[in-house]
């Protein structure tokens, strides 16, 4: 497992940006899967965006077009660039990692951060 930090949550107005940052310690970053999940009050966590090992990019439907996840392996840092926000992006934003070649199922991940906080005002 490796130890995740994420930063770069606040309060921003709808169709603002923010750019969230997830900086692992503990093991070579550079072999695991990243994923990003949020949790919206009174609602399950749920996908955003995981970015592989292998470069491979997969988004949810809802941010498809707004949202851009990327790794800067020699930083051991993953980025969601969050763009054109809207209300219903509030929520915890999680990052997730784990060994290998995952796809976008929370299980699959075995190492989590303790989440920020992105609020979007209308």
């Known amino acids: 497992q490796v130890q995740l930090v994420e930063s770069g949550g606040g309060l921003v107005q709808a169709g603002g940006s923010l750019r969230l940052s997830c900086v692992a310690s503990?093991?070579?970053?550079?072999?695991?899967?990243v994923g990003w999940f949020r949790q919206a009050p009174g609602k399950e966590r749920e996908f955003v965006a995981r970015i592989r090992y292998s470069g491979n990019l997969y988004y949810a439907d809802s941010v498809k077009g707004r949202f851009t996840i990327s790794r800067d392996n020699g930083k051991n840092t993953v980025y969601l660039q969050m763009n054109s926000l809207k209300p219903e992006d509030t929520a915890v934003y999680y990052c997730a990692a784990a060994l290998g070649n995952l796809g976008n199922t929370q299980s699959e991940f075995d190492s989590w951060g303790l989440g920020t906080q992105v609020t979007v005002s209308s």
């Open positions: 503990g093991r070579t970053f550079s072999s695991y899967t």
